[in-house]
């Protein structure tokens, strides 16, 4: 059994800060990438950062980069989006999801095979 946790959501002002963290962890999945993805009500879900587990590497969409930070611990064992400079149009239900195949598109949400709850941003302006 897969179990992606999520944590850290909730409500701050614009120009603030949140930092999410996600942990994968069962039937020892190895999974290449972890990937932050977030879904506005009503509208398709959108991959907002990814890192490569392997050797750190990131990726971000346009929407949040120099903004949002995504990182993992030393025992690479829990993912972290560090998210400042919060805006309003941030608000959302954001999931973390593992993608274990190697290579192709990160923002593919297809490619992703376990997936977290989500947790709940919610950015005041």
């Known amino acids: 059994q897969v179990q992606v946790v999520e944590s850290g959501g909730g409500s701050v002002q614009a120009g603030g800060s949140l930092r999410l963290s996600c942990v994968v962890s069962g039937n020892a999945i190895n999974p290449h990438y972890i990937g932050w993805v977030r879904q506005v009500t009503g509208k398709e879900r959108e991959a907002v950062a990814a890192i490569y587990i392997g050797d750190g590497v990131t990726r971000y969409a346009d929407s949040v980069k120099g903004r949002f930070t995504i990182s993992q611990d030393n025992a690479k064992t829990t993912v972290f989006l560090q998210m400042n400079s919060l805006k309003p149009e941030d608000t959302a239900n954001y999931y973390c999801?593992?993608?274990?195949?190697?290579?192709?598109?990160?923002?593919?949400?297809?490619?992703?095979?376990?997936w977290g709850q989500g947790t709940q941003v919610t950015v005041s302006s």
């Open positions: 999801a593992a993608r274990l195949i190697y290579g192709g598109d990160w923002r593919f949400l297809g490619d992703y095979s376990y």
